[in-house]
């Protein structure tokens, strides 16, 4: 079993800059992927960034140049630092980790979530 303990969030003005953090603890496991999500109200989850085992970073589209994802292998955790937001980043944050469990037959893979940070960009 894996927690999940999300950080950050809050109030900014447009243009301002939030740092989110997670960290991942629990019982001994291979944590193979780590990322940001978020929900905006009335709209699906989405993918903000995506940090693989093999230190790939992906992004969304819409945060890339203003968001910047780190993963700390050796603490568990990753970061999501924000820069230059805009009124449409105002969603919930979720913290996503997948972790990889062997077994004799081989492994199977099982998904957590942070319970969410929100972050609001008005002015």
């Known amino acids: 079993q894996v927690q999940l303990v999300e950080s950050g969030g809050g109030l900014v003005q447009p243009g301002g800059s939030l740092m989110l953090s997670c960290a991942a603890s629990g019982s001994s496991t291979t944590i193979i992927t780590m990322a940001w999500y978020r929900q905006a109200p009335g709209k699906e989850r989405e993918l903000v960034a995506r940090?693989?085992?093999?230190?790939?970073?992906n992004y969304a589209d819409s945060v890339k140049g203003r968001f910047t994802a780190s993963r700390d292998n050796a603490k568990n955790t990753v970061s999501l630092e924000m820069n230059s937001l805009k009124p449409e980043d105002t969603a919930v944050y979720y913290c996503?980790?997948?972790?990889?469990?062997?077994?004799?037959?081989?492994?199977?893979?099982?998904?957590?979530w942070g319970q969410g940070t929100q972050v609001t960009v008005s002015s």
């Open positions: 940090c693989t085992g093999d230190r790939t970073t």
């Open positions: 996503y980790v997948r972790t990889r469990h062997w077994v004799e037959e081989g492994f199977y893979e099982l998904e957590y």
